[in-house]
């Protein structure tokens, strides 16, 4: 009797905490009309799921395919969920390779809640 309530218990810890966990923020972009070495780029617009409550602000980052940074900005979170085209300053990719766009969700002192990344090839 003891050894099935307390596995009882742990199976209820386990069930109630995953079911706590928020699902983890997505990131999705595409480089379709964007334009390779220009001098002004117009950032991607980027798409994002499940922002954590609490996000005041968005932090971008494009990194190349050595790991360099190539740029980013802070954005305020979009009610849609959808940052617009040019939102985020960079310096223009000049060479084709997979480049990274990494996001992290802010909240009002700067404390980081969630982040996201995804990277794509660009030519």
Not at 23 to 48: A, H, I, K, Y
Not at 54 to 83: H, I, M, N, W, Y
Request: glycine share 10%.
């Amino acid at each position: 009797m003891k050894k099935t309530y307390a596995l009882a218990c742990l199976i209820s810890a386990g069930i109630s905490s995953a079911a706590a966990s928020a699902p983890d923020m997505t990131l999705d972009f595409t480089w379709l009309g964007t334009t390779m070495c220009v001098p002004r780029p117009n950032s991607p617009e980027f798409q994002l799921g499940n922002v954590p409550a609490g996000t005041a602000r968005l932090r971008f980052a494009l990194l190349g395919p050595s790991g360099r940074e190539l740029g980013g900005a802070d954005v305020q979170l979009p009610k849609q969920g959808a940052v617009p085209r040019g939102a985020v300053s960079y310096r223009s990719p000049c060479v084709g390779g997979i480049y990274t766009w990494t996001v992290e969700a802010l909240d009002a002192d700067g404390k980081r809640l969630a982040s996201a990344s995804l990277a794509r090839p660009f030519y």
